[in-house]
């Protein structure tokens, strides 16, 4: 996930779109070591040429050639760090890291009887950050504790505790079962599949993951009472979100302070503001009233302190370990398709990798499993939040003139000073460090730390997550379109191409999709609803199609990911534009609707070494806002 305006005044770089005028999508600029990624392998017989039918599967070739066409960086993703952008990268995602998932671990430990706590919570994130940091294609991708696997933790221990189970054990079994899930996807290249998915399913699922860290701010506060506590809880609560959010504006679209203190507000205005509201609660006549704070334990030690950190997984009947089959099939379903979603948004060179990184994260399922510890992926938002983070920007001017006006104005009336992104810092330090200062995190003096943090602070954090990760969703970015005059929609914008009632059609499918996923999850069949984010993806391709021409799909939907991140993948079937984008026969698609006729020209690893670079701030997540066209063809100069 690369992934994945910062949510944080913490991200030290702004979203392409929110950041306009500071931002625009010109070609970035030229840089040195293009990505030598080569084209979909995997759908092409290795001995003429030829493509292959979709049901003849090579076992572990997407896995080997991922790793082939990754191997060459390896060095160099460990020599690239030395930049300053991995110093606040690393600090910015130690906390918008670590402080959601003491969130979570706070909701788990209450719903599950205390079997997850603190110390499983950030175990888990350690996990995922050296593994994935150490051996994954895509090194940058944020791997911890989600909202959605803690929904399935504390549904599976509601569904099982009656029957007397040892909820550990049956948990390890799942954990096991879908680590033999994972490995058969990754080594079938079933993230070939991914070149079906489209940004409908993927704004859902983003517009749910927002509401989520929303209503789990809620939740916090609701478990305070309703005396000085709660009121005062509310109070910073609403302050971490305000000021977060002001920080966040200040480094993005203002013009105060220079270009350098900007950037420190960006980067480290989330640490300070957490610091200071952890202490906040303690001046004056606040320190007299009586704060929950975040429950820790024993150092290193888990929440239950009469178990190891080894399950005794063999202290199950035969039958429960048959039975946790199913529910080791809706984990490995929600993980694939939550683990690859995708953003296209950024200036990625170096080559991806699906298929390895779906091995490895069957390997960290299996072992979460045996120490007891809840199941890490992908995390979004905060996986494309530390891909922004690492973002180099340059101040540069841009100059238009305006068609309606009576008089001609000079170039230099019409400057703008704006930002670009011209790379991001591909590594695997930022990653591995933030995972080591979680792990120092668990020592009995941090403990302590963490343990002055009032809840009130945590759910500020879920609100101002939810609320960025909301304002840049698809979705809303749809209806803001819609509810906006129309002589005063932006003329520029792609929406322009479609009718009102069509978009109102699209934006209402997506709704319901939405509606009937969040309603599953607030009932005992939450377990389930991985399975119908899953079918949203067949309703995408043969559905919509039926209502909506291939042109308005073109301009509503779109691939999640750019061509030169899905050559793991075999390239994208459903293209946002003219033409598509290839399948998975090297073929072409027709304007949104999926397979088309005529072979696709086979891209040479300059013409994917540019698509890397050029197409780097096109939206494809569905967490920040489309450029418009207009704007991409703005003409740049150097300040």
């Known amino acids: 996930m690369a992934s994945e305006k910062p949510p944080f005044s913490g991200a030290s770089t702004p979203p392409a779109e929110q950041l306009l005028p500071t931002h625009t999508a010109a070609t970035v600029t030229s840089s040195p070591a293009p990505p030598t990624a080569t084209p ?361 003139s305006s068609s309606s006006s009576s008089t001609t104005l000079s170039s230099d009336d019409n400057a703008k000073t704006i930002l670009r992104a011209t790379h991001v810092v591909e590594q695997r330090v930022s990653n591995l460090a933030q995972g080591l200062i979680t792990l120092i995190a668990m020592t009995g003096p941090l403990l302590s730390v963490l343990h002055l943090i009032p809840q009130g602070v945590l759910a500020g954090l879920f609100f101002i997550m939810g609320f960025q990760a909301l304002e840049g969703n698809g979705i809303t970015l749809k209806l803001v379109y819609l509810l906006q005059e129309k002589r005063l929609r932006p003329r520029d914008s792609p929406l322009r191409g479609c009718p009102d009632k069509k978009i109102w059609l699209f934006v209402g499918l997506e709704l319901l999709g939405f509606a009937a996923t969040f309603a599953i999850t607030q009932t005992v069949a939450a377990v389930g609803f991985p399975v119908f984010i899953i079918g949203l993806i067949p309703v995408r391709a043969m559905v919509l199609p039926r209502w909506l021409r291939g042109e308005e799909l073109g301009v509503l939907d779109g691939p999640t990911a750019s061509e030169f991140t899905m050559v793991s993948c075999g390239g994208n079937s459903f293209g946002g534009g003219a033409g598509g984008s290839g399948n998975e026969d090297g073929q072409r698609g027709t304007e949104g609707e999926g397979v088309g006729n005529g072979r696709k020209k086979r891209r040479t690893e300059e013409e994917l070494a540019e698509m890397g670079q050029g197409r780097g701030l096109e939206v494809g997540f569905g967490v920040r806002r489309r450029l418009s066209r207009g704007q991409q063809g703005n003409e740049i100069s150097r300040a």
Request: proline share 6%; hydrophobic share 45%; glycine share 8%.
């Open 40 to 400: 979909p392998e995997s759908t092409v017989s290795p001995t003429n040429g030829t493509t292959e039918p979709w049901w003849k599967i090579h076992l572990g070739r997407g896995m080997y050639l991922d790793v082939k066409r990754r191997l060459p960086y390896y060095w160099s993703d460990w020599t690239d760090a030395w930049d300053y952008r991995v110093v606040p990268a690393t600090i910015y995602m130690f906390f918008a890291n670590i402080l959601p998932a003491l969130a979570f671990s706070l909701d788990m430990l209450h719903k599950t009887g205390g079997e997850y706590g603190v110390n499983e919570t950030l175990l888990a994130s350690v996990l995922g950050a050296v593994v994935f940091s150490v051996g994954a294609c895509q090194p940058i991708v944020i791997v911890g504790v989600t909202g959605p696997i803690t929904v399935f933790n504390y549904t599976v221990y509601n569904i099982m505790k009656d029957s007397g189970t040892y909820y550990l054990g049956f948990m390890c079994w799942i954990g096991l079962w879908s680590l033999v899930f994972h490995w058969i996807l990754a080594m079938t290249n079933s993230c070939n599949w991914l070149r079906y998915v489209t940004r409908f399913p993927c704004d859902i699922f983003g517009f749910y993951v927002a509401l989520i860290y929303l209503q789990k701010g809620v939740q916090i506060l609701e478990t305070l009472g309703d005396g000085s506590p709660f009121w005062l809880s509310v109070v910073v609560s609403l302050l971490v979100f305000c000021i977060a959010y002001i920080c966040g504006e200040i480094g993005t679209k203002s013009t105060l302070f220079k270009h350098w203190v900007r950037v420190f507000i960006k980067d480290y205005g989330t640490p300070l503001t957490v610091i200071f509201f952890t202490g906040f609660a303690h001046m004056g006549r606040m320190k007299n009233v009586p704060l929950e704070t975040l429950p820790t334990g024993i150092a290193f030690m888990p929440t239950v302190e009469s178990r190891g950190w080894f399950v005794h997984f063999w202290d199950l009947p035969l039958g429960h370990v048959f039975l946790a089959i199913p529910f080791a099939v809706l984990l490995t379903v929600l993980f694939w398709f939550d683990h690859n979603a995708q953003g296209s948004e950024y200036p990625l060179r170096k080559p991806a990798g699906f298929h390895w990184d779906l091995f490895l994260l069957g390997l960290t399922t299996g072992v979460s499993g045996l120490l007891g510890l809840p199941f890490p992926n992908g995390l979004i938002p905060q996986a494309p939040f530390h891909t922004e983070s690492l973002c180099v920007t340059e101040v540069v001017t841009s100059s238009s």
